[in-house]
């Protein structure tokens, strides 16, 4: 597969977003349709996210979307952006990703996080056990998960001898799924290194601490506990359109879904036409940025010029790509561009 002339990869972060006057089972096709597009046109991976009660997004379970679309695709690594592990336990997780790895060898990703992709109450709801008060075992977790997939419990441990299944046939050649930590802190980035784990930073959803996280899992890292070299990326928003002036029309749905979110308002993906006034209507929403914006919007050559700067400065070689519009035609569409852009095939 070709890159960039810099060798930057590309790949996608997909939430199913629900357009307005749409439903949700509309929008799973949607994603099914957009991971048959984007393998044709030579993105690296295709990530499901995981949210919970949102009229916004339809992807509760990830899982079972990419069992979908392992069968509609050919080459594209496909994974959780992420698997909320602290709803679950490790050994579940750990069965149902090797069942996703047998189907599709070498082409599984497990992307982990601690978030609850919810509020306050969806969390109690997922909760594993409301018998005793919430504490956060979210490292023990991952270590009993990485255990489970390497078949690496101590001499003597109890789980040692209960297998995550399907396991591989003697003999065979096996990697398993790729697991990756994710996040939006500094805390995910020392998991990262703790755990000698590659690190996606979602840079989209909070861009204040990109800079920090990444440089710090690439300074911190201890090769040979799991990589010998560190290995990370970053999930930024991208509008992409022929010209700059209908990119940023149709990134009012998304200026305006960031706003109506951090208010607790997750309904669906407004048109532009009416983003547009309701963000005049609301005038300036003050939100947490950083370095770099969180979403590139504009001609496929400036996104372009602006994701290759960002990537050089944080010296990484993939981004991952996330992009909500409410036409889906026009989502689409920006991904074509930005494929034809970079040299993708």
């Known amino acids: 597969m070709q890159t960039s002339g810099v060798g930057l990869k590309l790949s996608v972060l997909d939430q199913s977003p629900v357009p307005e006057g749409s439903a949700p089972a509309q929008a799973m ?51 959780s952006g992420g698997i909320m592990l602290p709803h679950y ?28 992709g919810g509020g306050p109450m969806e969390s109690l709801a997922l909760r594993r056990s409301r018998k005793t008060p919430m504490e956060d075992d979210f490292p023990d977790q991952v270590s009993e998960l990485l255990a489970f997939l390497e078949d690496g419990f ?23 799924p790729a697991v990756w930590m994710l996040g939006s802190s500094m805390w995910s980035s020392a998991a990262a290194v703790e755990f000698g784990l590659p690190y996606s930073f979602a840079h989209f959803f909070s861009p204040v601490k990109t800079r920090d ?5 690439k ?16 999930a930024v928003g991208v509008v992409c359109a022929e010209t700059q002036e209908e990119a940023e029309f149709l990134a009012n749905s998304a200026k305006l879904l ?18 547009l006034r309701e963000l005049e209507m609301r005038g300036v929403f003050p939100l947490e940025e950083g370095e770099w914006p969180r979403y590139f919007v504009g001609t496929p050559a400036l996104v372009r010029k602006k994701l290759e700067q960002m990537a050089g400065e944080l010296g990484i070689d993939e981004l991952i790509v996330n992009t909500i519009v409410w036409d889906h035609a026009k989502r689409i569409r920006s991904y074509e561009l ?8």
Request: net charge positive; aromatic share 8%.
């Open 29 to 79: 096709e949607n994603s099914i349709a957009l991971a048959r597009r984007v393998d044709e046109l030579g993105f690296t991976r295709f990530w499901m996210s995981e949210h919970h009660a949102m009229d916004l997004l339809a992807c509760t379970a990830p899982e079972i979307l990419l069992a979908r679309i392992g069968v509609e695709t050919k080459r594209i690594r496909i994974g």
């Open 89 to 116: 336990t490790p050994l579940k997780v750990a069965e149902v990703f090797r069942t996703l790895y047998g189907l599709y060898p070498e082409r599984i990703d497990l992307g982990i996080g601690r978030a609850p």
């Open 154 to 176: 101590p001499t003597g441990h109890p789980f040692g001898k209960v297998k995550a299944m399907p396991a591989p046939a003697p003999g065979d050649h096996y990697r398993g």
């Open 213 to 217: 996280a990444i440089e710090t899992y």
């Open 219 to 234: 300074r911190s890292f201890r090769p040979g506990i799991r990589l010998e070299r560190p290995k990370a990326t970053v």
């Open 258 to 275: 960031q706003q109506k979110i951090r208010l607790g308002d997750r309904s669906p993906v407004a048109p532009p036409e009416r983003a």
């Open 338 to 345: 930005l494929a034809r852009e970079f040299g993708l095939s």
